[in-house]
């Protein structure tokens, strides 16, 4: 074991992610070096996610996988750093005395001076911070693929989603300003970067609180600009020079205007994907999430984004088994699922979240209802995408190049314009970052499979909208 090597395990969203290329950025200019295991590297960090239950069971798991190495060797710097840490600090300190430095979302920047005190402290040095001192882009990063880089353009959560533990974690939501996320790309791109991804708990909020607080120019202010802060963001991106890629997540449905859609269109490099997480069909449960859209509503904007963007591809989050859903409440899920015909979906049971309002409404569902809905639910999403990928099939798309495949060395993988995955055979001299164009033979439920070729780009393939919206 080398004392002044690292290893970092993220668990999470991709804000989690993030925070992980700034640790590691700071461990670096600390002069740790990254380990390739835990059981070899000085320093282990667990950056972690407290969203649903199971990813408290893993952290205390591999605490319990760590705590052995320790007694072992007690040079070895155990550290808990994340949304988890923020919830369960004493817990934490309680359940594995042995960690050494336990931080919370709003003070990663101070990684050194608490590693520092760690040295001559026999306890865990724990430290949660309320409000944030420092965005964390203005730490260093440590990029874990050179071409794609995270922006933060916004932090924490306004929304009071019944379910959701995110607000009381990552505290008031806080943006940032235009200036300084254009000035960050720019640098980024200097450094290589050809494709950025733009993150905020509520990312089409973006500005709303610049706009209360004066801080943006008078036009913003007054509204005769007639363009929302965040679709002015997507344009000024748009005039990066050698930007090539520009994604966003995630946005909120009822946040939703039509600038953005018109800026999604007219920015040829904002790319033709879209997350917009559903949660649930049923007028009545999304009324009990507190989530104020109503289904109507969500399909219209499913049905002007698609209008709006040729080739769109729409994924989505759906929760199952919130309290108090019925079967007609998840028929309506699966209904609302089936119109809006997406093209991926991230599905999960409903986990109680202790502090959410959520856990104290009446009638939880049973889990066996739970898991056999969970089971329909991802029949219908899995259908749907082996759907948006059969009309891939004949159609050439372009493909920016993620590396080897990671099951099969004779094979590139790559992403498509609407972050579809597809597996190629490999072509000499195509690396990471390199953008090529792919002629797709082959589709799966979860990914595509093609040959690099010299043919255009085929027009965007339309996934049939919501027939009964926008009347
Ligand atoms: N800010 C993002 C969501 C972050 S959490 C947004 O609003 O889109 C990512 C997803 O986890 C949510 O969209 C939701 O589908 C799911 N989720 C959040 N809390 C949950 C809970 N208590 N149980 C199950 N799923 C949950
Ligand atoms: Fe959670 Fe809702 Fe905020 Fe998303 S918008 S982070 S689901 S409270
Ligand atoms: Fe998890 Fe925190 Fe993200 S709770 S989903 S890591 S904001």
Redesign the pocket.
Known sequence: MSARTYFIRTYG?QMNEHDSERAAGVLETMGYRPAPDPESAGLVLLNTCA??ENADNKLYGQLSHLKPLKLADPSKTIVVGGCLAQKDQDKLAEKAPYVDVVYGTHNMGRLPELLAQADSASLPVVEILEHTQMFPSALPSMREVRHHAWVSISIG?DNT?A????PSLRGPEKSRKLGDIVSETRELVADGVTEITLLG??VNSYGRDLVRAGEVPAEFADGSRNRTLFAELLHMLGDVDGLDRIRFT?P?PKDFTSDVFAAMRDVPTVMEQLHL?L?AGSDRILKLMQRSYRSRRFLDLVAEARDTIPGLAIST???VGFPGETEADFQATLDVTEQARFDSA?T????K?PG?TAVDLPDHVEQHVMDERFIRLAELTKRLSAESHARQVGTVQEVVVEGPSKTDDTRLSGRTRHNRLVHFPVVEGLASGATTNVAVTDAAAHYLLGEVTDAAVTPAVPTPGPATALA
């Open positions: 969203c969203i649903r959560c989603c379910f959701c533990i995110v708990q509520n995630s909120h997480p949660q989050d759906i929760i991230f999960f049971k409903y986990s979240r959410t």
